[in-house]
Nanobody, 119 residues
């Protein structure tokens, strides 16, 4: 099992910045790719950014150029630096880790951290 704990959410004014952190524990050595997802109020959960163990990353078009995902593999840490935040970035942000094996993949989720951007 893998446990994920997010932190760093909060209230920020439009144009401001926040950095989210996600700490993985348990069988963290089994983790392959990691990512950040968000769920705005009343909407579906959506991918924000994704990073593989080799550092290759991808972003949703709405955050490209404003958000940066990074990870420290030997410390099992994942980060999301969010700049130029806008009210539409308001959401619960979730950390996700892909683990298990090729034959039996397992997806782990954190509890989420709330980000609120005021206009």
């Amino acid at each position: 099992q893998v446990q994920l704990a997010e932190s760093g959410g909060g209230l920020v004014q439009a144009g401001g910045s926040l950095t989210l952190s996600c700490a993985a524990s348990g069988m963290a050595s089994s983790i392959k790719a990691m990512g950040w997802y968000r769920q705005p109020p009343g909407k579906e959960r959506e991918l924000v950014a994704y990073i593989k163990t080799d550092g290759t990353s991808s972003y949703a078009g709405s955050v490209e150029g404003r958000f940066t995902i990074s990870r420290v593999n030997d410390k099992n840490l994942l980060y999301l630096r969010m700049n130029s935040l806008q009210p539409e970035d308001t959401a619960a942000y979730y950390c996700r880790a892909d683990g298990g094996t090729v034959a039996t993949p397992v997806i782990y989720w954190g509890q989420g951290t709330q980000v609120t951007v005021s206009s």
